[in-house]
């Protein structure tokens, strides 16, 4: 199986929010610092649910962090 086909800007977010850790995010969306690891890369697709607690602890809307770039 290949790349998720759900693009996300995680990384350029937690650097533009004053360089906030990989370990932070997990801790704000309750999931591991690996989790946030697997989606950086591109290697995991969140869950809906996921998906909204990621772009809320951003401040943002989920269509902000995430681009789907299936077919």
């Not at 360089?19 to 969140?46: K, W």
């Amino acid at each position: 199986m290949g790349a998720a086909p759900i693009a996300n800007r995680i990384r350029r977010l937690r650097f533009e929010r004053g360089e906030m850790t990989q370990q932070a995010l997990a801790e704000a969306c309750g999931v591991t610092r690996q989790t946030i690891i697997a989606l950086e890369a591109g290697r995991y697709a969140p869950s809906l649910e996921l998906a909204f607690r990621i772009a809320r602890a951003f401040g943002l809307g989920v269509e902000d962090v995430f681009e789907w770039e299936g077919k």
